[in-house]
């Protein structure tokens, strides 16, 4: 028996003497979207699982990966708990229900890599779209518009707490910041907790621009004084532990449970892009989690970089510098699951011993299809993760919009990833002499499309098609004379099963 685990039999063991209790029917779960990419994600379109280990499950073998049998369960509760349901009301879940034994207490939001850019930092003029289509994919052209509607979904479906997980800002820009800042309070209003970290973007960047024209020039960033100054009444006020070291905190969210939100960015005395904890940072973790582990809770750490090698490409930047010392940490504390962001990819992964704490990363809600998480948390400690996609279509509608983009942003948000996705890699490919336009532009468009189905953690929908693609073959010969090679390879082998759903017992 587990550290909390042996807490928790001799708290309760004094009321089990006086109370025998059975297994209560229960039906239970929510209904996170897991749409494929051309269909709608907007939709609650797959239904929540059930299993006694965490595991992810396998559809395109048509059976789960790891030990156990999942079945489908419906987002309503016979019992009366709070379950979240899209605004929409839809799933998919077929009218199935399954009697199990445990009760919903709490369920939380969770977005990452919002990447918010004020509008009075930009005419939207030539140098700004040249930034916007030979980026990374997000969509900072309407990221004033999925940011509000993203909080009219949440204060929708009121969660008992909305977490964002970094990178808050496009270039850590001051008047981006306070602008955001301004919009969260509604939530806070509506009753919501909201909990934020500061990701690499956020502090101390001196990328901080605005756009006019041709021009990029330099925006006011924010220092970390700043920052908290800035969300001091989203989380940092609330805490009821605050590492003086870092922007680290502990809040309370329940009788049970304490989100660990941890500053794993480096920003003194300039951003960088890898995470990393400060030595000083750990001894209050352990200190945080021992406290824990006595008060009989359940600790949920968050933070912006990934705690495990979910990339094997990005590893240096995305995955915390030495951070078997963190999952070492977690796993004598008998901590299950870690939220991250960072690296816009939606994905899932245990530690390597296959027994330790999970990870969920989700995407960036900037980048379609623009998901964010939602985590349950049950009362027989375990955990169900799952993702939606802002309904940017309905919030235009409700609001007057004319834009075409807003307003059919389902038909808009896959070729605008893939058009920026072609980008990529046809800029990559012309550094490579003798390869025919032909070949690079064959190898671009299924570069495109793949990295597309990755972003949104359903790659191993077109495996097969990429695998006997003739631009895949390109890609092992002509392409690994480019920085993309690899990582094509990369995608096809990780293209295993849905990163989009995970249980977590």
Not at 436 to 460: F, H, W
């Given at each position: 028996m ?25 039906t ?5 979207s ?53 605004p ?39 140098r ?38 970094g ?28 909990l ?16 006019e ?91 912006h ?80 993760y ?21 307003l ?77 090679g ?9 293209a ?10």
């Amino acid at each position: 028996m587990k550290r909390k685990q042996w807490k928790r039999f001799l708290t309760c063991a004094g009321a089990a003497a006086l109370l025998t209790c059975g297994g209560c029917s229960r039906t239970a779960g929510i209904s996170p979207s897991d749409t494929k990419p051309e269909e709608s994600q907007t939709e609650a379109s797959v239904s929540g699982t059930e299993a006694e280990t965490g595991t992810n499950i396998d559809e395109s073998a048509g059976e789960t990966v790891g030990e156990t049998v999942f079945s489908p369960t419906v987002p309503e509760s016979s019992s009366g708990e709070q379950i979240l349901e899209k605004p929409n009301g839809e799933s998919d879940d077929g009218g199935q229900e399954e009697e199990v034994s445990y009760q919903i207490i709490e369920n939380i939001i969770l977005a990452t890599d919002i990447h918010y850019f004020d509008p009075s930092l930009t005419d939207y003029g030539p140098r700004f779209q040249e930034m916007v289509e030979y980026g990374d994919g997000k969509v900072v052209t309407y990221i004033d518009e999925i940011t509000d509607a993203f909080l009219e979904e949440v204060i929708q479906l009121r969660p008992n707490a909305l977490i964002l997980s970094g990178d808050l800002t496009l270039e850590g820009e001051k008047k981006s910041h306070e602008s955001l800042a301004e919009k969260l309070y509604r939530v806070e209003e509506a009753g919501i907790p909201v909990l934020v970290i500061p990701g690499n973007h956020d502090i101390n960047n001196k990328r901080a621009a605005r756009y006019e024209g041709e021009q990029r020039l330099p925006a006011e960033y924010t220092t970390p004084e700043e920052f908290r100054r800035i969300y001091r009444d989203f989380g940092y006020d609330e805490a009821i532990s605050e590492d003086v070291r870092s922007l680290s905190y502990v809040y309370q969210l329940d009788e049970e449970h304490r989100i660990m939100m941890l500053d794993t960015c480096q920003y003194r005395p300039v951003a960088k892009v890898g995470g990393a904890i400060l030595s000083e940072t750990y001894y209050w973790i352990e200190e945080q989690l021992e406290e824990a582990w006595e008060e009989a809770m359940d600790v949920i750490p968050v933070a912006h970089h990934n705690l495990l090698e979910e990339s094997k490409i990005y590893v240096d930047d995305c995955t915390i510098e030495h951070g078997e010392q963190l999952v070492n940490i977690l796993d004598e504390w008998d901590v299950k699951l870690f939220l991250s962001g960072h690296l816009h990819v939606q994905h899932t992964m245990r530690s390597e011993d296959n027994r330790g704490v999970w990870e969920a990363v989700t995407s960036s809600l900037a980048t379609p299809a623009c998901q964010y998480g939602v985590l349950t948390c049950r009362d027989d400690g375990s955990y169900q993760y799952g993702t939606w996609s802002v309904d940017v279509e309905s919030w235009a509608r409700e609001h007057g919009r004319k834009e075409r983009d807003l307003l059919e942003f389902r038909k808009f948000q896959e070729p605008f990833l893939r058009r920026v996705f072609y980008n990529q890699s046809m800029t990559a490919l012309n550094a490579v002499p003798d390869i025919p336009e032909d070949r690079k532009k064959q190898m671009s468009d299924l570069y495109a499309r793949l990295n597309y189905y990755y972003y949104q953690g359903t790659a191993y929908q077109i495996k097969n098609e990429v695998l006997s693609d003739p631009a895949y073959l390109m890609w092992l010969n002509e392409g690994t004379l480019t920085v993309l090679g690899e990582y094509v390879e990369y995608i096809v082998s990780d293209a295993v099963h849905d990163y989009n759903r995970l249980i977590v017992d």
